[in-house]
């Protein structure tokens, strides 16, 4: 048996082969988080968001950030821009791209810019101390894991969040079934009813707005809200 993270691997017809588990994740749920979180901190209602390739995977990012800082902002607009094309992928490895575009962003007025761009997105982080303003004036959001974490000191107060995909999760779960005789041949999506993504909590910025968000959360997981999704 195997399990294979971000792929899905299936016959001709689309039907799971019997051996592996497809793991894969509502990145939009975990997005919408990330743009409610960044319309409660915004002060001018302006938003931005990075992607590193244009393709299906992270539109479903950008879509789900659009959808939650409207939830919270009706009246929130986000600019987006995305650094290269398929079947071009530089975009997730280019920080001098990332850096120029956040900047551009945040020159223009926007005050909240998230990155879904690999590797690129330590441009955006740079690119948020580098404005001379103070943390909560302006914020960066992060992607994938708690991207607090790694940042360096200086950057850290400028990440308000990052929108989780729980890799771990799903791994330690793959290991536990395999060990349990469990692991079967499937396409398994992990959400936020699963704690399969979700929002990082290292900043202690975010507890601002935590109730905001564990209620959006919690509309979503019983069926209230649908994040929307481009797959």
Do not use: H, W
Not at 148 to 165: N, R
Request: charged letters at 20%; proline letters at 4%; aromatic letters at 8%.
């Amino acid at each position: 048996m195997y399990a294979i993270i971000d792929s899905v691997v299936a016959d001709s017809s689309g039907k799971p082969l019997p051996n592996v588990r497809s793991m894969v994740f509502a990145a939009n749920q975990g997005s919408f988080l990330a743009g409610a979180a960044a319309a409660c901190a915004s002060k001018s209602g302006k938003l931005g968001f990075i992607g590193g390739v244009n393709n299906t995977l992270i539109q479903n990012f950008e879509v789900g950030f659009t959808a939650g800082a409207k939830q919270v902002n009706p009246k929130a607009t986000v600019e987006v821009k995305y650094i290269s094309e398929p079947p071009e992928t530089k975009g997730f490895n280019d920080p001098a791209s990332g850096k120029s575009i956040a900047k551009a962003m945040y020159d223009s007025g926007i005050d909240v810019v998230y990155a879904a761009a690999g590797g690129s997105g330590k441009g955006l982080f740079e690119a948020v101390v580098e404005t001379g303003k103070k943390p909560g004036e302006v914020y960066a959001v992060g992607v994938d894991s708690d991207q607090y974490l790694t940042a360096s000191p200086d950057q850290q107060p400028y990440i308000l969040t990052s929108a989780l995909k729980r890799v771990d999760v799903a791994t330690y779960e793959a290991i536990t079934d395999t060990l349990n005789g469990k692991l079967a041949g499937e396409i398994k999506t992990y959400d936020l009813k699963n704690n399969g993504v979700g929002y990082a909590i290292s900043n202690k910025d975010i507890n601002k707005y935590a109730g905001t968000l564990e209620d959006l959360k919690a509309q979503i997981t019983g069926g209230k809200i649908t994040v929307p999704s481009k797959s």
